[in-house]
């Protein structure tokens, strides 16, 4: 397993994500999750990812339960606050609390701020409900070894967090694939995340396992550069070639999957050019097939009566297209104005006279927000 240095700890390159557990029905299969986080552990991997919300908040519990039967210094376990959802907001002391109960541990080696996005930005810098006090207290007392975040948000609101909390952020977790690096503008992150010298924890390394299900035109060429790789291994070899990646989470849900992930970390082999070079363009091939094409000249902004950032709700609109939906378009929608949505578009199509890319603007906004 290779082995990343991190304030004087070693962590496993790859990290066992717990949010997509073996289950039988609705339950967590626990036989199964020992199983796998026996050979994991067996295999070197000593980082394991669990949050307040994952499993309708059975995964903390099971995992508490599997890694007691462990020395606790074999093993590094991460938990969350869950400011994702504003109800918790006002809740820290009584949820870190209770996490650490349902953990069995006496502190955590790795804790976050759960999911910095547009919708609760302003609760995580609100002095008012004390998160940022309670929880590098927390830190001070060793109940919590190392703090960090993670984010969804957009680069601005990344940037806010970071000029808030920055001092004190010790890693940073992200979506960071080969194909968000530009769809999600990942890239950004990783640019300010290095010129703050703040190592990268990456989550979501397969899109969910959507990047194992490429097309074949698209399979054929990556199979043909490199025949002895699965399309998986293409993603983490990626992730390998990204300066400051410290920790690939991957949320294995069998056995079959952790194997094969753990077999791939036993070396650390970065893409050469060309094979970068070569995902870049199956990415903007990708990418270009299901999004509106728009370079940001933000001549439409300027025409826009309702004085909409039509570039950035084409930004989201094509997030939501090529993920089938998911939450983070909704989230950072749900975190405008009313009068700043798509649905304020009154149709009247001045952008649209503008649009070097003679983009349906008009019509997108329709469609945005009936999918909304």
């Excluded at 601005?156 to 920055?166: H, N, S």
Aim: glycine share 6%; net charge negative.
């Amino acid at each position: 397993m290779v082995l990343n240095d991190f304030k004087g700890i070693k962590l496993s390159a790859l990290g066992m994500g717990c949010m997509r557990l073996p289950c039988n029905g609705n339950e967590i299969d626990i036989l199964k999750t020992k199983e796998m986080v026996d050979f994991a552990i067996k295999n070197g991997v000593n980082y394991f990812d669990t949050a307040w919300g994952y499993h309708g908040g059975k995964s903390e519990t099971v995992m508490g339960e599997i890694l007691s039967e462990y020395p606790r210094e074999s093993f590094y376990i991460a938990s969350k606050f869950p400011g994702y959802d504003l109800n918790n907001i006002n809740k820290v002391e009584e949820i870190f609390e209770k996490q650490l109960e349902k953990c069995r541990v006496d502190y955590f080696d790795f804790y976050l701020f759960h999911n910095v996005c547009e919708a609760n930005i302003d609760a995580y810098l609100n002095p008012e409900f004390g998160i940022y006090k309670y929880l590098t207290e927390q830190k001070r007392k060793g109940r919590i070894r190392h703090l960090g975040f993670s984010v969804h948000g957009n680069i601005d609101t990344t940037k806010r967090f970071l000029e808030a909390y920055g001092n004190d952020m010790e890693f940073a977790q992200i979506q960071l694939n080969w194909l968000d690096v530009d769809l999600q503008n990942a890239k950004a992150k990783v640019s300010l995340l290095n010129s703050l010298n703040i190592p990268i924890w990456v989550m979501e390394p397969l899109r969910g396992g959507s990047l194992v299900k490429i097309a074949q035109k698209h399979s054929e060429i990556l199979n043909s550069l490199h025949p002895e790789w699965s399309i998986a291994e293409w993603s983490f070899r990626y992730l390998q070639s990204v300066p400051g990646v410290t920790v690939t989470l991957s949320g294995m849900s069998n056995f079959e999957q952790l194997k094969q992930n753990v077999e791939i970390f036993k070396t650390h082999t970065p893409l050469t050019p060309f094979d970068l070079n070569t995902l870049k363009n199956i990415a903007k091939e990708m990418i270009s097939e299901k999004s509106l094409l728009c370079t940001s000249c933000r001549y439409c902004v300027t025409h826009c009566p309702k004085e909409l950032d039509i570039p950035g709700l084409i930004e989201l609109y094509n997030e939501h297209n090529f993920s089938s939906g998911g939450f983070i378009a909704p989230m950072a929608i749900g975190a405008m104005a009313e009068e700043k949505r798509p649905s304020a578009c009154i149709g009247c199509r001045s952008c649209e006279a503008v649009c070097p890319q003679n983009i349906k603007i008009s019509e997108m906004m329709k469609d945005f927000t009936s999918k909304l």
